[in-house]
Each structure stands twice: as structure tokens, then as C-alpha cells.
């Protein structure tokens, strides 16, 4: 008689059910990698809809009863709740449970979520580079995670057997995996992510500032790259709130570069100097050919 395979975790608990949490649980019960799959979230309807979405096998305000003899425990609320939210589940967490994160910066959550891990329990952070605009228990869906990066970002002395576990969880999620120190992670995403979010806002910003006539027309005529921005600007404010003060070295290092690229550009174009723009588009048109060619378009 054939056996089915084990389950990878007995018992996953997600803290926050928002895209990020409700895609993971999604891509979890489609790929079989847990016994049961439980959630817990501040929001009563967020917990209510888990429920009748089927997203998760319980839901629940308490975070402490979700974490309560899990084997793994992945953290998906906003940055400037984690450290609260450590504190209070560290006495509820099983002996060698793992307990990880999904945030855009790692130096902070390391900061905020470590001193409150128990010697008995693996914390390896963690940040699948995927997402969209949308928000809620009801945006989530298995195939986020496939063909995208996830980051791991182990600390030293970091258990091997637990993070063998949580990569290979990811690669069944479809994620490609690669282990970054994190100081350097939070450099990367400054300006792959955090810089183009920042610019986002701030252009949309712009354009709610105009004289209302023209505000209309800008809305009504959106050609695909205002429509791009406002896709990327239409994004979670609290989360972004809390990656930009968490991540403020790297994200002012990299806006203080771009501030004076964008100077120099500014002083091209007031001098009709074609050939240094002509320059600057066939240089980053690679970066963008490059882009499609590791499909990550």
C-alpha cells in the first residue's frame, strides 16, 4: 500500500492575512507542504473571510492561541508591529519551531523580532520579492511566489536542518532562493524597490497637485507609464510607512544618488544636449532588457 509523502510542517501558523499571508496559505495547501494551516489577525472581518474563503483550516485574533504548538510561524503584519507581536508569542512558541518573517527590510525586523526569540526556537528572516497592489485576505493566490526571488537572510549559527526546511518551503512556493547578508539585503531593495516607490508616490502626488481641469485630463488620458506609477503608488501606505523609517540609511543614500542624476539630467535637457540623453536611455533600455531576460518583467 503506498503511502502519501509526510508533510513538510505539522502545523504552519501566519500572523497577518493580507496579500502576502493568504497567497503563502494559498500556495501551502495547493502544494501540500502542511497538516493544517492556521492564521491570526487583528482585524475581525480579515479573520472572518479567511474563514469563509477556506484560506486557512482556523483563524483567530489570538496570536498566541495560532502559534501554539506550530512548527512554523511566518510574521506578515507591518514592520512597526513585530516587535509587539514577538514579544507576546515567544513564551506560546514550540521547542524547535521556526519562526521567519516576509518583510522588505531585514536589518529592522532582526532588530525588533530577535531579542525575543527563545535559545529553543530557529528565527531565519526572510522576503519573497513579490506582491501587487492589492490588499486583504481576498487578494491572496498560490502563484505569486512562482518564478520570483525569495531572500533569505540566516543569521550566524543558524540551524542548517531549519533552513534547509524553510528554503525548500519557498522553492515549493515556486520562489527562486538566495541567501543575502542583510545589511546588503536592505542596500539592494533601497533601490530596486524603495526608491521606485518613493518615486511613485511623489509623481502621483504631483499630478492630485495640479490645477483641478488639468487633474482630470491627467486622469482620463494616462498613458502607460502614469498608469504604471499609479499601480505601484496604489500600494499598502502603512507598510510602506513603516519600510521607508526602517530602512532610512539606505533608502536617503540612494535618494541623494538619484537627486543628483536627476540634476544632471535636468541640466541635459536645458542645453539641448541630445547625445548625453541619447546615452542615459540606451544605457538603462539594457537594464530593462536584462530584466526580461531573467523574466522578472
Not at 511566518?74 to 519551531?97: R, V, Y
Not at 505569486?144 to 537572510?153: E, Y
Not at 511613485?200 to 504631483?206: K, N, S
Amino acid at each position: 500500500m503506498n503511502q502519501s509523502p509526510p508533510f513538510l510542517f505539522e502545523r504552519v501558523a501566519i500572523i497577518g492575512i493580507g496579500l502576502i499571508g493568504s497567497s503563502l496559505a494559498h500556495a501551502l495547501r495547493q502544494n501540500g507542504l502542511a497538516r493544517k494551516i492556521v492564521c491570526a489577525d487583528a482585524n475581525p472581518e480579515h479573520v472572518k473571510k479567511a474563514v469563509h474563503l477556506k484560506i486557512v483550516d482556523e483563524a483567530t485574533r489570538d496570536n498566541c492561541a495560532a502559534v501554539e504548538n506550530a512548527d512554523l510561524v511566518i510574521l506578515c503584519t507591518p514592520i512597526s508591529s513585530l516587535s509587539k507581536i514577538a514579544a507576546e508569542i515567544a513564551p506560546s512558541l514550540a521547542n524547535g519551531c521556526i519562526v521567519s518573517d516576509v518583510s522588505s527590510v531585514k536589518q529592522a525586523v532582526i532588530r525588533d523580532v530577535g531579542p525575543s526569540i527563545p535559545a529553543h526556537v530557529h528565527f531565519i528572516p526572510a522576503h519573497p520579492i513579490a506582491g501587487t497592489e492589492h490588499s486583504g485576505p481576498e487578494a491572496g493566490f498560490a502563484e505569486l511566489f512562482k518564478g520570483r526571488w525569495c531572500i533569505l537572510t540566516p543569521l550566524p549559527g543558524t540551524d542548517e536542518k531549519a533552513l534547509k526546511k524553510l528554503r525548500t518551503l519557498w522553492e515549493v512556493c515556486g520562489s527562486m532562493i538566495e541567501v543575502m547578508e542583510p545589511r546588503h539585503h536592505d542596500q539592494v531593495l533601497a533601490i530596486t524597490s524603495h526608491l521606485p516607490h518613493l518615486i511613485a508616490y511623489t509623481i502621483v502626488g504631483t499630478a492630485t497637485d495640479i490645477a483641478e481641469d488639468l487633474k482630470q485630463e491627467v486622469i482620463r488620458y494616462s498613458a502607460s507609464g502614469f498608469r504604471d506609477f499609479t499601480r505601484i503608488a496604489a500600494s499598502d501606505p502603512i507598510m510602506w510607512r513603516d519600510i521607508f523609517l526602517n530602512n532610512r540609511e539606505a533608502v536617503l543614500e540612494v535618494l541623494q544618488r538619484f537627486s543628483e542624476d536627476l540634476t544632471a539630467l535636468q541640466r541635459a535637457i536645458r542645453w539641448g544636449e541630445g547625445d548625453k540623453l541619447e546615452e542615459l536611455f540606451a544605457r538603462t533600455r539594457e537594464i530593462r532588457r536584462g530584466i526580461i531576460k531573467e523574466k522578472q518583467a
